[in-house]
């Protein structure tokens, strides 16, 4: 992810230079022209999901025997960057590689044959339903539930603010498998909500951000779920999955917090060189250029560090405290820049049309989703507390 060449990041060769602009080709040609009506309707058109199948942008980390190129999540995040680069959060990926993590990981063959070939070729689009109305740091309170019948589970309960609640084909659910708050409880179900009695979607919630992107809660009615749905052949095996898989997520939002920073900074470079305040332009006062100067020394450490943490994922060797890190200082980070940025527009930043007044509203609900920022605070303090003990 070396947009200005300032970081020379040890994962990026030259396929990595290739894809990207093969990505930012794709982007500019087929995804800038409809990120205005995403917005207003409220989710990316599934049309663009496959199309971004056939470019090969979601199976980057899929076997080739599912329909991938097994290129690796270096390549993922190449996708995750450039899709905010361009201020763009109707278009979930981030979801939908953090859903084929958890079946490439997990899956039993059947599983994988099953799903990952839709995934990667944009047919299915995945969500990942943990939240629940009483129950969203603290997800061992969940109380979504299954009981085992003659042949799978009947599922019973509801999860709340699912990206990709109305549209998804296919939802990982976390539900318990044992009464309590032990450890162990937990199972992960694939549910194929495209043929699903019992379940019921909520409308599309209203958000003060990302618009374009449809969230919504979910309702379990006695939902029959076959032995084949169980993630994995093991039941209990759902907290133990959840906090391997989290590192990934969570770096997935840092990633997105990055893109959206460089787009942030490139816009308001542009806006303060024509924009003219007491007969000057407005990049030649001052508080701009160290407003701007600030903000890019910030993203090019948070560059450096992204890039160290996207060559452990690859490696599979990053942990719970660092993708935390990741997580808490990329979307911390972006709140900061992208509200500084809104202030040098003026009252252009304020209008909802503007790109820099979107990445604005978007740039919310980063320290509140997938893991709240107190919540990465919390995790990084656990393992300073290991480190030291
Ligand atoms: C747009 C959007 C999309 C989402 N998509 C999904 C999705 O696809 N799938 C999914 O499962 N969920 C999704 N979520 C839910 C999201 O992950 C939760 O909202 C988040 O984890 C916080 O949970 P909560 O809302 O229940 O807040 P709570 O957990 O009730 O937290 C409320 C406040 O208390 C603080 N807090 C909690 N625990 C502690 C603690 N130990 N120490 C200090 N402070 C604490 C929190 O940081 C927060 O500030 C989405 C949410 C939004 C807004």
């Not at 209203?206 to 169980?230: C, E, H, Q, R, W």
């Not at 997520?249 to 060189?273: P, Y």
Request: with cysteine.
């Amino acid at each position: 992810m070396q947009p200005t060449g300032v970081t020379s990041a040890s994962w990026f060769t030259e396929e990595h230079t290739q894809f990207q602009t093969s990505v930012r080709g794709f982007f500019d040609r087929e995804m800038t022209p409809l990120q205005d009506r995403w917005r207003t309707q409220g989710y990316a058109d599934r049309s663009f999901w496959q199309r971004a199948g056939e470019m090969g942008l979601l199976g980057a980390a899929a076997p080739e025997e599912f329909g991938g190129t097994d290129a690796g999540k270096s390549y993922e995040a190449i996708v995750l960057y450039e899709t905010a680069l361009k201020g763009e959060t109707s278009w979930s990926f981030m979801i939908q590689t953090v859903v084929l993590h958890y079946i490439l990981a997990y899956g039993t063959e059947a599983q994988k044959t099953k799903w990952i070939p839709g995934l990667v070729d944009g047919s299915i689009v995945g969500a990942i339903a943990m939240t629940e109305p009483d129950c969203g740091s603290d997800l061992l309170a969940m109380t979504s539930s299954v009981q085992t019948v003659e042949g799978g589970y009947r599922l019973n309960g509801s999860k709340t603010y699912i990206t990709h609640g109305t549209t998804a084909d296919l939802v990982i659910v976390a539900a318990r498998t044992q009464p309590g708050r032990s450890g162990n409880a937990l199972s992960l179900f694939l549910l194929d909500a495209r043929d699903c009695d019992g379940l019921t979607r909520g409308p599309a919630m209203a958000k003060i951000g990302t618009p374009g992107s449809d969230t919504s809660d979910l309702f379990f009615d006695n939902v029959y779920l076959s032995v084949g749905s169980l993630l994995g052949s093991e039941p209990d095996l759902g907290f133990p999955q959840l906090m391997t898989q989290l590192p990934w997520e969570r770096l997935v939002l840092g990633i997105k917090a990055l893109g959206a920073i460089d787009c942030a900074i490139a816009s308001t470079v542009e806006f303060a060189q024509n924009r003219s305040v007491f007969g000057k332009r407005l990049i030649d006062m001052q508080n701009t250029r160290f407003k701007l100067a600030e903000a890019k020394a910030k993203a090019e450490m948070l560059r450096s560090f992204m890039n160290d943490c996207i060559a452990a994922a690859e490696a599979n060797e990053l942990d719970t405290a660092t993708a935390s890190m990741a997580k808490l200082m990329g979307a911390e980070l972006q709140n900061q820049i992208v509200g500084e940025c809104v202030q040098l527009f003026g009252g252009a930043g304020f209008m909802s049309e503007s790109l820099i007044a979107r990445l604005y509203v978007d740039a919310r609900v980063q320290t509140i989703y997938g893991g709240a920022s107190e919540i990465m605070k919390e995790l990084i303090a656990k393992s300073l507390d290991r480190e030291h003990g």
